[in-house]
């Protein structure tokens, strides 16, 4: 597997714990249970949005030749 792919598939990866944790808050939401913890999930989802926009910022993108 090419670095790049490795690279996209990690950030795949972690899309996919924040649609769990976006289900999760919905549902929360929804049913009004846990709202004190809804403040840090929302902060939880927004660290991981930014760490894959970061990840995908052309200047982290790995180069041809990477392990």
């Known amino acids: 597997m090419s ?5 996209i598939q990690d ?3 972690i899309m996919g714990r924040l649609c769990d944790l976006l289900e999760l808050l919905e ?9 004190n913890a809804q403040p ?3 902060q939880l989802a927004k660290e ?3 760490e894959v926009n970061n990840n995908l910022d ?3 993108l790995p180069k041809e030749g990477e392990a």
């Open 3 to 7: 670095a790049l792919t490795r690279h």
């Open 11 to 13: 950030q795949q990866t």
């Open 27 to 35: 549902a929360c939401a929804l049913d009004g249970v846990v709202p």
């Open 40 to 42: 840090t999930l929302v």
């Open 48 to 50: 991981m949005a930014l």
């Open 58 to 60: 052309s200047i982290n």
